[in-house]
Nanobody, 120 residues
Framework: QVQLVESGGGLVQPGGSLRLSCAASGSISWFNNMGWHRQAPGKQRELVARITSSGSTNYADSVKGRFTISRDNAKNTVYLQMNSLKPEDTAVYYC??????????????WGQGTQVTVSS
């Protein structure tokens, strides 16, 4: 069974920074893409950032230049460094992984979400 566990959310003032982490555990053979999505109250879940197995990245226009996604393959962990945070970044942030399990079954997995609140 695969689990994704996020950490690092919290309350921060506008202009501040947070670093989210997502650790994957379980019977995993290979990761394809890993990413972060977010969902604000009353809005649809949206992609924030994605990183491929080769390290290529893409970002939502709203976070380009402020957020950085990275991964540590040895630790099965993906990170999201968030700088210059704005109130509109307030949302629940979800980690996502497209991976192959130990039986080479491919699937999409999600973490439980971590709240990020940007407010003075």
């Amino acid at each position: 069974q695969v689990q994704l566990v996020e950490s690092g959310g919290g309350l921060v003032q506008p202009g501040g920074s947070l670093r989210l982490s997502c650790a994957a555990s379980g019977s995993i053979s290979w990761f394809n893409n890993m990413g972060w999505h977010r969902q604000a109250p009353g809005k649809q879940r949206e992609l924030v950032a994605r990183i491929t197995s080769s390290g290529s990245t893409n970002y939502a226009d709203s976070v380009k230049g402020r957020f950085t996604i990275s991964r540590d393959n040895a630790k099965n962990t993906v990170y999201l460094q968030m700088n210059s945070l704005k109130p509109e970044d307030t949302a629940v942030y979800y980690c996502n992984a497209d991976l192959y399990t130990s039986t080479w079954s491919r699937g999409q997995y999600w973490g439980q979400g971590t709240q990020v609140t940007v407010s003075s």
